[in-house]
């Protein structure tokens, strides 16, 4: 694939452009405009796809039986959480266009060059081995209960069909979202329909109370927010003409409702008695009818296969947006493979307790993503009035820098987690002592990152002359 750059005047021919059956080889460099394709339509699905599936039952679920909500609580908490973290993935989305490089890439302008290789790491492991570990155990689990196959080579087989996918590249992953869509909600609304019937929706819950709900809050929007950094790895090919409304619209909507929906089906599901020693799949389908409950299980393994194809192809993208000097042979696509391999050990590892290691790992999700996103945001806003063509060429370029966004981001994670994370394994200082505060991690770690690094920008504002504009960054 040709790598002019991101302002070319797209006149050469397309060597990927939009064929769907071809591997894709550009890496986080800037998509060029011969290579544009697509419209913003094709972001619903993209984002609705993944989510549905058994992954987003388990937040409702959690809220539940491990939060000790009533069912309308845990939905209000789902609601509100999942609003949060929808609404600034279609805000963030609309940089693909602009910039056409991954959402690690943007995060250049947040954290300089050099600066951007903690959050790029952090997310290629969260997205190409802790993701990717969670989906993979629930699809095994489906498998499993389907067709009897044990869990290790009903493990096997899944992973495969998420590494091919990833491994192919861009347009086949919308495609494969595309056409995954409609079965999956068909699917789970037959199955959201039969659970209601038998759902018991006034019970009181077990006395989550506040710190209840901030739990559940904080997993529903670690939840959705974790897609966050994700956001422009599947709008970059989109032309600089895409409409930005429909930009931001398409995958807010397809993420919110999808989210909310199938989440909600999960939260009532959890007020029905499950088969005693069930894995988590057998549980949630122990009270469908058999054919259903067999759909259903199909659509766990689809639903996970869509998200790990997301997961796996964003975990590569996020390596390669290191700026590491890495061999050509170190393609996007081998790279899938190295972190789908990864992956797999992870879910390996957690076969035998999913339950417990998904309820924390959606929170530790939110206590990395939430101060990243502070800063992010803040960013996005101060270079607002910046024209594009000045903004661009920070993204290769290796001698920028922007301390204050490390600064901010850092900060944001080591006073949220000591003081509020409220973990089996580790409780903070202010739960340890108050525990109706719950997990406000994510929450105090939003803040302090957006506050510190607006504080400092204002204070270390320089002329945009120089080399470093911390006041456009």
Known sequence: MTTAPADSTGTLAPEYGDKVIAVETAGSEPIPDAERHGSPLQLLWTWASPNIEFATVYIGVIAVLFFGLSFWQATGAIVLGTALGAITQGYLSLDGPRFGVPQMVIGRFSFGFRGNILPSAANGL?????????????????????????????????????????????????????????????????????????????????????????????????????????????????????????????????????????????????????????????????????????????????????????????????????????????????????????GTAAAWASLSDAGAAYEAFLLVIAYWVAPWLGVVLVERRLRAGTPDAELAPRLTDRSFTNWPGVAALLIGVAVSVPLFSNQEDYVGYVPKHWPSFGDITPVVGFVLSAAVYAGLCAVLRRPKSQTVSVSSA
């Open 126 to 342: 969260v997205a190409g081995v802790g993701w990717f570990a969670v989906n993979s155990v629930s699809a095994a689990f489906a498998l499993n209960t389907l067709t009897g196959l044990r869990p290790l080579p009903s493990l096997l087989l899944v992973v495969v069909a998420e590494i091919l996918i990833g491994f192919i590249g861009h347009n086949f992953v919308h495609t494969f979202e595309k056409y995954a869509f409609p079965a999956l909600a068909l699917i789970f609304l037959l199955a959201g329909v039969w659970t209601f019937k038998d759902a018991d929706l006034t019970g009181g819950g077990t006395g989550g109370g506040i710190g209840g709900f901030l739990l559940a809050f904080s997993a529903a929007w670690g939840y959705a927010a974790g897609w966050n950094p994700y956001a422009t790895d599947y709008s970059r090919y989109l032309p600089r003409t895409a409409n930005k409304l429909k930009t931001v619209l398409y995958p807010a909507v397809g993420l919110f409702v999808s989210v909310t929906l199938v989440a909600v089906i999960g939260a009532a599901s959890a007020t029905l008695i499950a088969p005693k020693d069930a894995t988590p799949t057998a549980a949630f389908t122990g009270h469908l009818p058999g054919w259903l409950g067999d759909l259903v299980l199909i659509a766990i393994i689809l639903g996970a296969v869509s998200a790990n194809a997301l997961n796996v192809y964003s975990g590569a993208i996020s390596i390669t947006a290191l700026g590491l000097n890495l061999p050509p042979w170190l393609s996007r696509s081998v790279l899938v493979v190295v972190s789908g391999i990864a």
